[in-house]
């Protein structure tokens, strides 16, 4: 079975959740934080929004240096913002997934950060690590911060709590 055939659905389910989720966010909440610690739903959100994007880079190169990124943030100022942020990202980092083939997917790509490599792996190891369970891990701290909120939390892998909401 090609790569493509395991990778693909489960990076649009993922996707679809997490856009699922995004949409609950009220303008007015963005600049809401739980603690001085946490960042704010408009910076979460963004950064959510992005990750898809990630997914172009780990295939169009073989490496990362965490010192040539630019690490300049943009905070949201809409939720229809980060959604369109979002999607564009989104549909990109899938139409570049679809056209690869499994020797791309096997190829390996390296993390390095101050001048050592932190680790290499086949770029669908990558891609499915640095995207994807990174998106799933901050769609829980936005379920969190959601529910601290008051809104009600989406079933996502099956029924919740607040499933009747």
């Not at 994007?53 to 980060?82: K, M, N």
């Not at 690869?100 to 086949?122: C, H, I, M, Q």
């Not at 770029?123 to 008051?150: P, S």
Request: glycine share 4%.
């Amino acid at each position: 079975m090609p790569l493509n055939d395991a990778l693909l659905p489960e990076y649009d389910r993922e996707m679809a959740l997490t856009r699922r989720v995004m949409e609950q966010i009220a303008d007015t909440d963005l600049t809401w934080r739980p603690d001085e610690k946490s960042c704010t739903i408009g910076r979460l959100a963004n950064h959510m929004a992005d990750l898809p994007a990630w997914s172009l880079a780990i295939l169009e190169h073989s490496s990362f240096d965490l010192e040539s990124f630019p690490h300049g943030r943009t905070d949201a100022t809409s939720c229809a913002a980060v959604l369109e942020l979002f999607d564009r990202n989104a549909a990109a980092a899938r139409a570049a997934l679809a056209m690869r083939t499994d020797g791309e997917y096997l190829a390996r790509w390296t993390f390095r950060k101050e001048g050592r490599n932190v680790f290499s792996l086949p770029k669908a190891a990558v891609i499915r690590t640095m995207v994807m369970n990174h998106m799933i891990h901050h769609r829980g701290e936005l379920t969190v911060y959601l529910r601290l909120l008051g809104v009600p939390v989406l079933a996502l892998y099956g029924p919740g709590e607040d499933d009747s909401a």
